[in-house]
C-alpha cells in the first residue's frame, strides 16, 4: 500500500526538478521511508539557463531535503558530458 506522505514528497521532488531545468522524463523517482532515490537518465531541458549538471543535482538536492518527507537524496543517475572516473 502506498503511504500518501511518500506520493505527496514525489510530487514535490518533480516539480523542484522542473523549477530548476532539470529533464528526469527518463528517470525513476522513488520515495520509501524518506530515502529519495532519482535512478536513470537525467539532462536539461531546452532552453535552461544552467550548465553544470552535478552543481545543480547538489543543489536540488538540498532544496529536497528541506521537504520533511525527504530525509536523503540519493542519485544513480548518468548525464550528458558526464566524466568518466
Known sequence: ???EDDVRGVKHARAVF???GVDIS???VRLAKGI???RG???FVRGSAAT???AELEIIGKNLRSNPSI??????V???GQGMG
Open 1 to 3: 500500500m502506498r503511504n
Open 18 to 20: 522542473g523549477k530548476h
Open 26 to 28: 527518463r528517470a525513476d
Open 36 to 38: 529519495l532515490t532519482v
Open 41 to 43: 537518465m537525467v539532462g
Open 52 to 54: 553544470n549538471m552535478k
Open 71 to 76: 530525509k536523503n537524496v540519493v542519485y544513480e
Open 78 to 80: 548518468s548525464y550528458p
